[in-house]
Each structure stands twice: as structure tokens, then as C-alpha cells.
């Protein structure tokens, strides 16, 4: 079974800083996807950045980039000139790619990272 | 576009009650999925459907809970009768797939339901 692993459990920053979020994660497949979420107070989970296995490039959106290291099983995410309302509990999850049956629809979570943006 | 929507946002209720939560998935998305959020265990799958067929029901945690899809635009999480140990974040999440094919297929989460159970 797959496990994802988030060695993190508080992070802070300064505002206007920059911030980066570790995620490991244990697998057997080479095809995959993998996400961020953040949830705010409000508990919304919000989608932030998805990162397809077979891609070599790393997935960006706007201040957030990811640094996907395939062999090292690692995906972190980058918060560039952090922002007060970027506070929040942030996610890192996997999901297989499968095949045409298997359970390519199951999301497996970490434990989640809480980030706290200093003004 | 409107996201997922849930109600009641919030639940209050007495041990031994029914409870029901409310889904209402982004309109013309064919997945639906019920997770569970608790400090201890976090986000947990319960069920997941597909074109309103439940596929996997393994995370339902037994048989005071369950889930019906009457049609793709609703979808209900019932527990009866209500324990303590239900107080959780329950959320919604739905997404598009396309047949057999490989995709991303992103689950979009709804605001999630609060339920105390005491």
C-alpha cells in the first residue's frame, strides 16, 4: 500500500518570504499523480498544484512550485513570497494512475504540514 | 460555476440519532467520493461512486453507516444510529473521468460538515 509521509508537522514564515514543504512518499508504481492541498480555518480543501509522475518538469501555479524528485520518491512544495492568507494546513497526496481497474481513484493523504505566515 | 455543496455545514445531535448529511457534486462530474477527517486517523475514505454506482465501500467504518446516489446530482451520508466516536469533518469531493482512460482527474472538496455527536 502506498504511504505518504509529511516529516513536517508546524512550519512558519515571514510574509513576503519563501517557504518549502516536504512531502515523501512510499510506492511500487511508476505511473502516479501527485497533489497539494491546502485547507484554511474555513476547512475548504482547496486543490494548489498537481504533478503527473511522467513528467519530468516540475508543476507550477502562480507563487506555488513544486520540486518533484521521482527516484528520491519526494514532493515538495515551494511558497514564494509567502502571503497571510497562504496560512493554512497544507496536504500532500497520492494517487495511482493504474490501470484500467485497480484503485486508480483512491487519494491516500499525509498528515498535513500547519503553515503560520508571521506579518 | 457553483462547487460541491454540502449541508448542513454544521450538526449537532444526541448519541443514538440519525444524522444525514447532504452532497450535491459540481454538476457534470461522474465520481463522488465521502472522506472523513478526524485529528487522529485524517482524512479517511469512506465510499466512492462512479456514474452513481458505489464502487468501494471498504471505509465504511460498519454498518451504521451508508451511502445512496440516487441520481448524479445528490448524494446522502446516513449514520444510525449516531456514536460519539462519529464526531468528525465529513467531506464531499467530486470529479470527471473519462471512461477507462488515464487522467489526473482532480477531486474538488466540498466545505465539509461538522458533526458532534454527544
Known amino acids: 500500500a502506498q504511504t505518504v509521509t509529511q516529516s513536517q508537522p508546524e512550519m512558519s514564515v515571514q510574509e513576503a518570504e519563501t517557504v518549502t514543504l516536504s512531502c515523501t512518499y512510499d510506492?511500487?508504481?511508476?505511473?502516479?499523480?501527485l497533489f497539494w492541498y491546502k485547507q484554511p480555518p474555513s476547512r475548504q480543501m482547496i486543490l494548489v498544484i498537481r504533478?503527473?509522475?511522467?513528467?519530468?518538469q516540475n508543476a507550477t501555479e502562480n507563487r506555488f512550485s513544486v520540486n518533484f524528485q521521482k527516484a528520491a520518491k519526494s514532493f515538495s512544495l515551494k511558497i514564494s513570497d509567502s502571503q497571510l492568507g497562504d496560512a493554512a494546513m497544507y496536504f500532500c497526496a497520492y494517487r495511482s494512475a493504474g490501470g484500467s481497474g485497480g484503485s486508480n481513484y483512491k487519494l491516500t493523504f499525509g498528515k498535513g504540514t500547519l503553515l503560520t505566515v508571521n506579518p | 460555476d457553483a462547487g460541491v455543496i454540502q449541508s448542513p455545514r454544521h450538526e449537532v445531535t444526541e448519541m443514538g440519532q440519525e444524522v444525514t448529511l447532504r452532497c450535491k457534486p459540481i454538476s457534470g462530474h461522474n465520481s463522488l467520493f465521502w472522506y472523513r477527517q478526524t485529528m487522529m486517523r485524517g482524512l479517511e475514505l469512506l465510499i466512492y461512486?462512479?456514474?452513481?454506482?458505489?464502487?468501494?465501500d471498504s471505509g465504511m467504518p460498519e454498518d451504521r453507516f451508508s451511502a445512496k446516489m440516487p441520481n448524479a446530482s445528490f448524494s446522502t451520508l446516513k449514520i444510525q444510529p449516531s456514536e460519539p466516536r462519529d464526531s468528525a469533518v465529513y467531506f464531499c469531493?467530486?470529479?470527471?473521468?473519462?471512461?477507462?482512460?488515464?487522467?489526473?482527474?482532480?477531486?474538488?472538496f466540498g466545505p465539509g460538515t461538522r458533526l458532534t455527536v454527544t
Open positions: 469531493a467530486s470529479s470527471l473521468r473519462v471512461g477507462r482512460l488515464k487522467g489526473p482527474y482532480e477531486q474538488y
Open positions: 461512486f462512479n456514474n452513481n454506482v458505489p464502487i468501494d
Open positions: 510506492t511500487s508504481e511508476s505511473d502516479y499523480y
Open positions: 504533478q503527473e509522475a511522467y513528467k519530468q
